[in-house]
């Protein structure tokens, strides 16, 4: 019995970090999803930096970091992609675990940004997914989409191995590795969307040099899916996208 598979369309970003985001990069990605015209967009997380959030700010210049500029370009990226499917990342987790901060004002500000993103979401109607770690993800054609947990050389192989074939952010490095199991599943990182050197905290980590621009894109259908990695070369000036 021959069985007819109905093929939609898929394009995945993330990692583009809010007021760090590469213009060429963001508009090299929109031209992209209006000519492809997904059935499915996903923003994998860290739409936004959220840099005067983060742990250890308090007394350092990242906590005079302005917040307002950061989530604007990251809500007008979002308005702009017009997701179906958006990720919280570790950054925007920053914001739900200082909601509940005991400073009243940090407090009041990730709930107010909170509620932006949430209104922007459900503009959009995308759905929005909490970071939650290792527990998060949507499955779309036999693959785990989620904003990534782990954080080395190897972290794409090391996502692949502890949840099958996956689609993840994270690690701002575009690759695709398969996972050291029977079932051969393959795990793919987006790379991230950001400027070199854009962000002050990540200067002077060696990791850095590794990271590199890119998205996913591809077919799926109910249990399977054929995706592509695109992955911007650093010394290429001008984005050279599939036709």
């Given at each position: 019995m021959n069985v007819t598979r109905k093929w939609r369309r898929l394009l995945a970003v993330g990692c583009s970090h809010g007021i760090h985001a590469d213009r060429k990069a963001i508009a090299a990605?929109?031209?992209?999803?209006?000519a492809f015209k997904?059935?499915?967009?996903?923003?994998?997380?860290d739409f936004c930096d959220t840099t005067a959030f983060r742990s250890g700010a308090k007394g350092t210049s990242d906590e005079s970091e302005p917040i307002?500029?950061?989530?604007?370009?990251?809500?007008?990226?979002?308005?702009k992609l017009r997701p179906t499917l958006v990720f919280c990342g570790n950054h925007e987790d920053r914001l739900y675990r200082m909601q509940h901060s005991s400073n009243a004002i940090v407090?009041?500000?990730?709930?107010?940004?909170?509620?932006?993103?949430?209104?922007?979401?459900?503009?959009?109607?995308?759905?929005?997914?909490?970071?939650?770690g290792?527990?998060?993800?949507?499955?779309?054609?036999?693959?785990?989409?989620?904003?990534?947990v782990f954080y080395n050389e190897n972290a794409t192989r090391d996502h692949a191995e502890a949840f099958g074939p996956v689609v993840h952010a994270h690690t701002h490095r575009a690759a695709v590795a398969?996972?050291?199991?029977?079932?051969?599943?393959?795990?793919?990182?987006?790379g991230t969307l950001t400027a070199a050197g854009a962000m002050e905290y990540a200067k002077a980590r060696r990791a850095t040099?590794?990271?590199?621009?890119?998205?996913?894109?591809?077919?799926?259908?109910?249990?399977?899916?054929?995706?592509?990695?695109?992955?911007?070369?650093?010394?290429?000036?001008e984005w050279r996208l599939p036709a």
């Open positions: 990605v929109l031209k992209f999803r209006d997904p059935d499915v967009c996903i923003h994998l997380g307002q500029p950061d989530v604007d370009g990251g809500i007008d990226f979002l308005e407090s009041h500000c990730a709930a107010g940004v909170i509620a932006e993103i949430q209104k922007t979401c459900g503009k959009l109607k995308a759905e929005l997914v909490e970071w939650s290792i527990t998060q993800g949507r499955v779309i054609g036999g693959h785990r989409f989620m904003h990534g398969k996972g050291r199991r029977s079932d051969n599943p393959t795990g793919y990182c987006v040099l590794a990271w590199s621009q890119g998205f996913v894109w591809g077919e799926y259908c109910d249990k399977s899916a054929v995706l592509w990695l695109h992955e911007q070369p650093s010394n290429v000036a």
